[in-house]
């Protein structure tokens, strides 16, 4: 019996979170199953047809994700116009597993969340499919490259996709794989295989919690469905939903690369761009967030475990922002705020229905922008012969005006420029954190601030200030295969925000999370915007005083820089405490145990071999072959025989 | 006290004692042959005699088998008591006797093979003859062959026929000798490498010798202690003494002494590796199958109808010796190096599996048919006798210019050379094993099955880890026909008559019939029931 | 209904190889022969279980003849869904290990007919063993197993064949012998019982006392672990796999020593349940170490065959987990493991395999950066491993996760103990694929010649079953869980009730 | 005098007769032993039968003898072709096969 269900009294269902009540699909609906099967089908085309694709494969590699994308669509809008209770659908494909009391089907479940997150994988994806027939049109894998994208999309479509715990596990390590094998796809670089290796195995880590997780749900409920987890979380104890709130934030920090899991998301940048754009900051990275705004239900059970949501987000969210602030490799420094804003999303999950419609805002947008800017440095790098140090660009501005024009937008919504999308998002999280905590609220603003420090430094490193090229680097504007999805995206940073005119998102995905509970500010909002505004502000200030046009950049890193600095540069020492803690005692542990076999279990084996061969050795040569030696031992025994014979009797 | 007048002249019961008294009148036809026949005629009419005396024996066994009277149903016993009460023909005997026959018919097969040594028989021309001097090649350039050894191979064969069937310590006595001075005279027979053969020879008479005074010194302490030699009536005093008695344990002891020197069990095995060593092969597969046979026959006997009152007293030194001999034949085995030395360690440990399931006496439970200490022993021994004659029958055929060559190191590479002849070899090594499929795995299976019923797990566990130690040296000869390269010379395999070929292929189907159709035998085994007392 | 099905099936490759040792000796012939043969066997094995298995019905196919009376011995055949599962992967691998050692054969020690009649000769065996439904006849074909894989591993293997094949015997004998002592105890009680019989269905009724059932449990159990293998009885496996063909790994690790595990299902839950549930804690102990310790061990091997060795002791621990966890996820799990580990082992084995016949080395320190002249192996190796370390989507994922999510139900603390081996698995797979497909192509290794179409055709098959099993376990699923369920009645062991039974009503 | 005497000397000769054996290097020696051994057991059958007041003992007695004579004639067969063969009787001398 699990102890976990002897603590703790059942919780008043008053308190959970919103069951999953979806209707059985109709109409437009049935085809829910083709939005994940056409690109699975582009990646078996893709991958299991070889060479004879190549021609056309990165067509067909567009056009799966496309076709998606118009299905999704147009689903979407029927969703639209259906009642709230109506908009979830669920579609039951077949029977995964049925062992005992335990099945599990392989089903679909379209609702407000999944909307969105179908729209943002196949929209983004899209354009980024469409991009990298440009970027890696001097490849010769790209037809494999397309592959692994459109697996990618398949995955990331079940995991947002399935209704039940096990199934978006499949998405989740499917996921994994694509993402492993996209990092590693320039895999004759040994820093890419190793990224890869390591991405996988630390997102491995954070599996144990899913995997756990369901273990948990199927001892609990006898089941890993959506429907039913959501529909038994009452009736559990508040020990049950805590441990496994803290296994699913387990398996979100592992995928999302949250503290204390970060430390594979900056080695991913080893991967080519257009893969660190889709699958390293708008989709993959944010499924962690997904899962906890999903499992909505389990939370609103577990406030210990909300609490860890937020603190996960909180420090990630700073320590992100820092790693930004130290990182010449755009890519990096990217990279670094990518982890920085998914910790608020986070943050906004874990605040509970206060912030779970703003953590999706933010992600939708985040979704635009980080995208928009992972293209655009791959724009750059297009440009600049893949060099990723920003030490090396400079009034890149005029030799590529598209991707500047378009990397601004980025660049102002993430720092929350108001009006762009960003400002928005941003905005209603850091007002929800400080309605939920001020020393929550204190940290996401800071984090404002920061996060305004770097990414100004970054504008203006690559696109300002003096010409610090390579002398073979002769920069130019990318062709229009790519330019045009980086315009489409802009336009996306720029009016993302419209989504949350009407608190049309908040209703929009209140079958989902529920109401949303808004928190008395101590002051009025608009102060609150105006504070951040003023955070950002400083943050540009700050880094226009020290990057800015008329500051000279060192060719290299300066190496005689603070202990913060240099903290931040090696990612906060994140690595160095894994190495240190995890992977040289392992490698000790392991090398113990290889000696252990081989001297202390096979050596008794053999050892106990040896001995039998031993005594056999010298056993053999009391047979001496005198004839008298026999007879004594002949007598020795006959009088053995009577002893033994007498005293066993007579004793 | 004992009048003349009472004297009556014996009653001999000669229809149920007939198989022995054919094979003894074959012996001595034998012995006239070599007195009256020429000498170039010897030969076949001796292997005729041996062999039609044999199997005539064989087929009057049946007959005595099936006229076996049934006793009181309860014991399963059906035979009666013979000459006198000295003898007993009962259903273990009848089946001992059927066995012992079949493996002596065999034998005779492989002792008549003159195909390897160019036309003569691998026992020496002229014993009188001195190794290496003119005598002796003149002997063999002339042709000059013992065919003595078939008349004392059948005088051997009386011995160990009767030797089961004595229900007269006496008796055993004489039988002992009967079946023994034949055969200390067959192992210093050999053609090749004298000097071996005739230290073999003096060993293994000495010890037999010094062995036989300890089982008489027993007789003649059980004799003091019941006043009678025969088995039932030394049941009976066993039955009505209270008490412990030094003479009846003190013969119990010195009997025990004689008996399992026969069966080579250890610490009384030290004369087997070197007597099978040095022993004409062929004797030395006769030895293996049918001494062991027999002597098992009257240690079963003697402990278990004269000595089954007092069963508590000797089994556990019956358990010593049977853990003892399994450890001291598997154990030693492992670093032979000399094939025909590890198959006679090999012996001594099946001789400890054999005790195994005799230390167990278990009798079984009246209505239940099923595996008693009786009949997984006289299985066992006829499915041993089978491979062991098998695998010495092969050890004949691998040779070079020296006679016989069993260095293990000489037979690398030999399943390259004659897949079919190693392939056979190591199916009986297999079956030393007891590996299922096999003959030895039935054998095994059967006394293990006995001990544990009869309460002796421990035996049983002891016997599990030596078999696993005796798999090793099988395995190694395995591994030395099969996947070792040949290090200098490769062997030669000689071409057999069809007399070696028809021993080899014979005991190769009864080891694999044994082994996967045993129901037949083990149903005889089982319906020899008890021993009739 | 009368049709020997299973005996025509256990026989056809037997008579196969029998066939192959008496036909001239002829590298054309042997291959294909015995192609057709195995691939004659699949065929019937498939029209049996197609046609005439009903996955609820118990054991059926069932034939049985007396034996050898006086021993209560029967030729007794029959499978149920257990059984019948772990036939069919006998018979789907061996036509690939054919397939995938076609020239293997050739460099051994004797003729290449001799290396397909063994092969043929242990499928025939294993088949057997698995539809056995008597114990005497088990253990006749249980240690008759032996014969053909010893002479394959010292027939034909590498360098340390000699002493890879002995440790390997003696190992199993030492094991078989124990298990012997066990089925001559068995014997004895039911002799006890009203007379001797080895029927499983008789056996299962036997009134026994604790204490015997319990060391007779030990005597099948460790003969078992042996097999199995468990730590730490393990240490063979590595110097086996090391010395052996990759076909023989395959037959080796993928089917016989299912044996064990397929054993401890049949034999020690089914006779002893009172033992069974007696033992199972320190089971349950030993299994989490094996699965971690075999996961530590792979991560420390620089051979490629020793390091797929270790992965199967720590696979092994799962599946010796799942049974003694006596829940049907766990029960079920471990079955469908054994079928996904022999499929996912087979495709690691053979590629590795294929990999280190074109270079000679099985060192992964010689290799690097395969994968850019040979992207096709590159390919199945990937896919192999994935599906070794359990990737959800490869059929193995769907056995691992029933077998952790049904001992969670049971214990908690030994599922959060095993789940770590997936961690384990990310890393020695991957490690292991990293160093010989991916970074720079190392200096001294000449470029790989790719797959070529007899290596793609035995591989893809097995690609497929893994991939289609990821998604439809369900097919095996459905024969596994009647005969799981059936068993674990048998144990008697009250199924975890969910905490909190969530309505029917609520599902869609 | 009882019984027990006679059957103490018999032990006795039979102690005497088996550390001959064990003492004795030369082979015919080593069988007068053996054969001391036998007589030995003989005065025992005798004594018993007295004790029992049977016959049968005595009777033992002489197919002991009988037997004794058959084992000499083939005991010095043996020994005596070893000797023509080693020039020696010493039953040390023949130890070649061992181990």
């Known amino acids: 019996m699990s102890p976990l269900a002897l603590s703790g009294t059942p919780l008043a269902s008053g308190e959970a979170g919103v069951p999953v009540v979806p209707t059985a699909v109709d109409g437009v609906f ?78 679909l479940l379209f609702d407000p969340l999944s909307a969105l997150f179908v729209l943002l994988i196949t929209g983004v994806g899209s354009l980024i499919h469409i991009y990298s027939v440009g970027y890696m049109a001097h490849d010769d894998r790209r037809r494999r490259f397309f592959g692994y994208l459109n697996l990618f999309v398949t995955a990331m479509l079940v995991l947002v996709l399935a209704d039940d715990y096990l199934a978006v596990f499949l998405g989740w390590e499917g996921v994994g794989l694509a993402s492993y094998l996209l990092i590693g796809f320039w895999a004759h670089k040994d820093s890419a295989a190793t990224a890869a290796n390591k991405a996988f195995v630390v997102n491995r880590v954070g599996d144990l919690g899913m995997s756990l997780a369901v273990m948990l749900m199927v001892a609990t409920f006898g089941t890993s469905s959506f429907v039913g987890v959501s529909a038994g979380m009452p009736e559990t104890s508040e020990a049950v939903a805590t441990v496994l709130g803290l296994l699913l934030l387990l398996a979100a920090c592992g995928k999302s690369a949250q503290v204390p899991l970060q430390s594979w998301l900056l080695d991913a940048m080893e991967g080519p761009t257009p893969v660190s754009a889709l699958i390293h900051a708008a989709t993959m990275v944010t ?114 005006p598209i991707t500047f024009a378009t990397f601004a937008f980025g660049y102002l919504a993430i720092i929350g420029f108001p009006g762009f999308s960003g400002f928005f998002s941003k905005d209603h999280i850091i007002e929800a954190a400080f309605g939920e905590n001020w020393v929550y609220g204190v940290g996401a603003l800071l984090g404002a601030g920061i996060t305004a420090f770097y990414m100004t430094r970054v504008m203006l490193m690559t696109f300002f200030g003096e010409r610090r090229w390579r002398p073979d680097v002769h920069p130019h504007e990318s062709p229009a295969v790519m330019t045009t999805p980086l315009v489409v995206l802009a336009a996306g940073s720029l009016v993302g925000g419209v989504l949350i005119l009407g608190d049309w998102i908040v209703e929009w995905l209140e079958p989902v999370v529920g109401p949303e509970e808004h928190h008395e500010l101590f002051v009025p909002a608009i102060v609150l915007t105006g504070l951040i505004v003023l955070t950002v502000l400083a943050g540009v200030a700050v880094a226009w005083s020290r990057y800015g046009p008329s500051q000279t950049i060192a060719d290299t890193a300066p190496t005689r820089v603070s202990a913060a600095t240099r903290a931040a540069r090696a990612d906060l020492y994140g690595d160095a405490l894994n190495e240190a803690v995890f992977m040289r005692p392992g490698q000790k542990l392991t090398a113990a145990l290889v000696y252990v076999d081989d001297v202390l279990i096979d050596g008794t084996v053999n050892a106990l071999a040896a001995l039998v061969g031993g005594t056999s050795g010298t056993a053999r040569r009391l047979q001496t072959g005198f004839v008298r030696s026999y007879a004594l031992t002949m007598l020795g025994g006959a009088l053995l025989a009577i002893a033994a014979t007498l005293a066993v009797t007579l004793s | 006290m004992i009048l003349l007048a009472e004297f009556e002249s014996p009653k001999v019961e000669y229809a149920t004692i007939s198989p022995l008294l054919i094979v003894v009148g074959a012996a001595i036809l034998g012995v006239l042959v070599e007195a009256f026949v020429p000498r170039a005629w010897r030969y076949p009419v001796q292997v005729g005699v041996a062999a039609l005396g044999l199997l005539i024996a064989l087929a009057d066994t049946v007959r005595v088998g099936l006229a076996l009277d049934t006793l009181d149903a309860g014991l399963l016993a059906r035979g009666s008591l013979a000459v006198e009460n000295s003898m007993v023909v009962d259903g273990p005997t009848v089946f001992l006797w059927g066995t012992l026959l079949v493996m002596s018919l065999i034998s005779v097969l492989l002792f008549a093979e003159r195909r390897l040594e160019g036309g003569l028989t691998s ?133 025990a002494v004689g008996l399992l020197f026969k069966v080579g069990a250890a610490p009384f095995h030290a004369w087997t590796p070197d007597v099978y060593q040095g022993a004409p092969t062929a004797v030395t597969a006769f030895m293996a199958a049918c001494t062991k046979i027999a002597a098992f026959g009257a240690l079963m006997r003697v402990f278990y109808v004269a000595f089954g009152g007092a069963s508590w007293d000797w089994r556990p030194l019956m358990w010593v010796v049977a853990i003892l001999t399994m450890v001291v034949g598997s154990v030693i085995a492992i670093t032979q190096t000399d094939v025909k030395r590890m198959l006679a360690y090999s012996s001594i440990a099946h001789a400890g599996f054999v005790l195994v399931g005799f230390a167990g006496v278990y009798a079984g439970t009246g209505d239940v048919v099923g595996v008693t200490s009786v009949s997984s022993v006289l299985f066992y021994l006829a499915a041993y006798g089978f491979s062991t004659i098998g695998a010495f029958a092969i050890i004949t055929l691998v040779r070079d210019a020296g006679g016989e060559t069993t260095a293990l190191s000489r037979w690398a590479g030999l399943g390259r050379e004659a897949p079919v002849l190693a392939g056979t070899f ?108 | 209904m009368s049709f020997p099905w299973l005996s025509v099936i256990a026989a056809l490759p037997l008579i196969g190889a029998v066939a192959l040792a008496l036909a001239p000796r002829s590298r054309r012939i042997a291959a294909p022969l015995a192609l057709a043969v195995s691939v004659l066997a699949l065929a019937l094995g498939l029209v049996a279980a197609l046609t005439q298995f009903d996955p609820g019905g118990g054991f059926q196919l069932t034939e049985q003849h007396v034996w050898i009376a006086s021993l209560g011995a029967y030729y007794a055949m029959g499978v149920d869904g257990i059984g019948l599962t772990l036939v069919l992967l006998t018979l789907v691998l061996t036509p690939i290990v054919i397939l995938a050692s076609w020239h293997d054969g050739d460099e051994g020690r004797w003729s290449t007919n001799a290396f397909f009649a063994w092969i043929l000769a242990l499928e025939g065996l294993a088949v057997g063993v698995f539809a056995a439904t008597d114990v005497f006849l088990f253990y006749v074909l249980f240690e008759a197993t032996l014969v053909p894989i010893y002479f394959l591993i010292g027939g034909f293997g590498g360098a340390r064949r000699n002493y890879a094949a002995v440790k390997f015997l003696l190992f199993s004998l030492l094991g078989g012998l124990l298990m012997l002592a066990s089925v001559v105890g068995l014997y004895v009680v039911a002799a006890d019982n009203g007379g001797p019989t080895y029927l499983l269905s008789e056996l299962s009724q036997l009134p026994m006392d604790e204490t015997t059932g319990r060391w007779l449990f030990l005597g099948f159990f460790i003969a078992f672990a042996v097999k199995a293998p468990m730590f730490p009885v393990h240490t063979w496996l590595p110097d086996a796999a090391q010395a052996a063909t990759p076909g023989t790994s395959v037959l080796l690790v993928s089917i016989l020593d299912k044996i064990g595990t397929f054993g401890m299902i049949r034999f020690c839950l089914g006779l002893f349940p009172e033992a069974s549930q007696w033992a199972s804690p320190v089971i349950i102990v030993l299994a989490v170490v094996s699965v971690l310790y075999g996961a530590l061990l792979a991560i420390g091997q620089d051979d490629m065959r020793r390091l797929i060795a270790y992965t199967s002791v720590s696979h092994f621990g799962f599946i010796v987990l799942g049974i003694f966890v006596f829940t049907s996820q766990g029960g079920s799990g471990s079955t469908l493991y054994m079928f996904n580990h022999g499929m996912s082992t087979a495709a690691l084995f053979l590629v590795t395999g294929m990999l280190i016949h074109r270079h000679g080395s099985a060192r992964i320190s010689d290799y690097g950066g395969v994968q850019r002249s040979a992207p096709v192996l590159a390919g199945f190796f990937l896919v192999a491993g994935l599906s070794s370390l359990s990737l959800p989507g490869l059929s193995p994922f769907v056995s691992e996760f029933l077998v952790l999510a049904g001992t969670f139900r049971r214990s908690e603390v030994a599922a959060v103990a095993a789940v770590l081996g997936i961690v384990l698995a990310a890393l020695y797979i991957l490690l292991m694929y990293k160093r010989t497909m991916n970074g720079p192509v190392r200096d001294s290794l000449p470029a790989t010649r790719d797959l070529g179409t007899r290596e793609r055709l035995a591989l893809a098959p097995l690609i497929a079953v893994i991939v289609v099993l990821g998604f439809f376990p369900q097919v095996l699923l459905d024969v596994i869980d009647p005969a799981v369920g059936a068993t674990l009645d048998v144990v008697g062991v009250e199924q975890p009730a969910p905490d909190v039974m969530v309505s029917e009503g609520s599902l869609p | 005098m009882n019984t027990e005497h006679y059957l103490t000397l018999s032990a006795l000769l039979f102690t005497i007769g088996a550390t001959g054996v064990l003492v004795r290097r030369n082979a015919i020696v080593v069988f007068m032993s053996v054969e001391l051994m036998l007589n030995a057991t003989n005065l025992a059958f005798v004594s018993f039968s007295r004790a029992h007041g049977q016959l049968d003992g005595q009777v033992a007695a002489f197919f002991v003898m009988v037997v004794a004579a058959a084992e000499v004639v083939v005991g010095l067969a043996i020994i005596v072709a070893i000797f023509r063969s080693r020039r020696s009787a010493s039953v040390d001398d023949a130890s070649l096969l061992k181990y």
Not at chain 1, 302 to 318: D, K, M, N, S, Y
Not at chain 2, 155 to 164: D, H, I, S
Not at chain 2, 229 to 254: H, K, R, W
């Open chain 1, 30 to 107: 049935s085809l829910l199953w083709l939005v994940v099967a056409l690109p699975a089908l582009g990646a078996l085309v893709l991958l299991v047809g070889g060479r004879r694709t190549d021609r056309w494969g990165h067509l067909l590699g567009c056009a799966m994700p496309i076709g998606s994308f118009l299905l999704a669509l147009v689903m979407f809008v029927q969703l639209l116009g259906r009642d709230h209770e109506d908009r979830q659908v669920a579609q039951t494909l077949w029977t995964w597993l049925d062992v005992g009391d335990y099945t599990v089907q392989m089903g």
């Open chain 1, 287 to 400: 499924a962690g967030v997904y899962l906890v705004v999903r499992s909505n239900f389990v939370y609103e059970l577990a406030p210990v475990a909300q609490t860890a949501v937020v603190i996960v987000g909180l420090v990630t969210l700073l320590v992100g922002a820092v790693i930004g602030c130290a990182k010449d490799d755009i890519k990096k420094a990217l990279a670094g705020s990518t982890m920085s804003q998914i910790g608020y999303m986070m943050l906004a999950a874990g605040i509970g229905p206060a912030g779970y419609a703003f953590a999706i805002f933010h992600l939708l947008t985040h979704g635009f922008f980080k995208a928009n800017m992972f293209l655009g440095a791959g724009s750059v790098m297009h440009a600049t012969n893949d060099d990723v140090d920003m030490r090396h660009y400079g009034a890149l501005r005029k030799a590529a």
């Open chain 2, 123 to 255: 026992f020496a021309g002229q014993a009188a003859a001195l190794p290496g001097t003119d005598a002796e090649r003149e002997a063999s350039t002339r042709g000059i062959e013992h065919t003595e050894v078939f008349p004392l191979l059948l005088f051997a064969v009386t011995g160990m026929l009767l030797f089961p069937a004595s229900n007269d310590l006496l008796l055993m006595f004489v039988a002992l000798e009967v079946l023994s001075l034949p055969l200390y005279l067959l192992c210093g027979l050999a053609r090749r490498r004298r000097l071996l053969s005739q230290e073999a020879a003096m060993k293994y008479f000495l010890l037999g010798a010094f062995s036989s005074a300890f089982f008489l010194y027993g007789v003649a302490l059980i004799y003091g202690f019941a006043g009678s030699f025969e088995l039932a009536d030394i049941d009976a005093a066993v039955s009505a003494s209270s008490g412990a008695n030094a003479y009846l344990l003190g013969g119990i002891g010195l009997m």
């Open chain 2, 426 to 533: 190591a199916f009986f090594l297999l079956a030393f094993a007891g590996i299922p499929l096999t003959s030895g795995f039935i054998g095994k299976w059967a006394v293990f099955a006995a001990a544990w019923a009869g309460g002796a797990w421990p035996l049983v566990v002891v016997a599990v880890v030596m078999s696993a130690v005796a798999a090793f040296f099988y395995v190694r000869v395995i591994v030395a026909m099969f996947f070792s390269d040949p290090v200098d010379i490769k062997p030669a395999v000689a071409v057999p008559s069809i007399l070696t070929t028809g021993v080899i292929t014979v005991t190769a189907l009864a080891t694999v019939a044994l082994g996967v159709v045993p129901g037949p035998v083990l149903d005889l085994a089982q319906q020899a029931g008890a021993f009739v007392r």
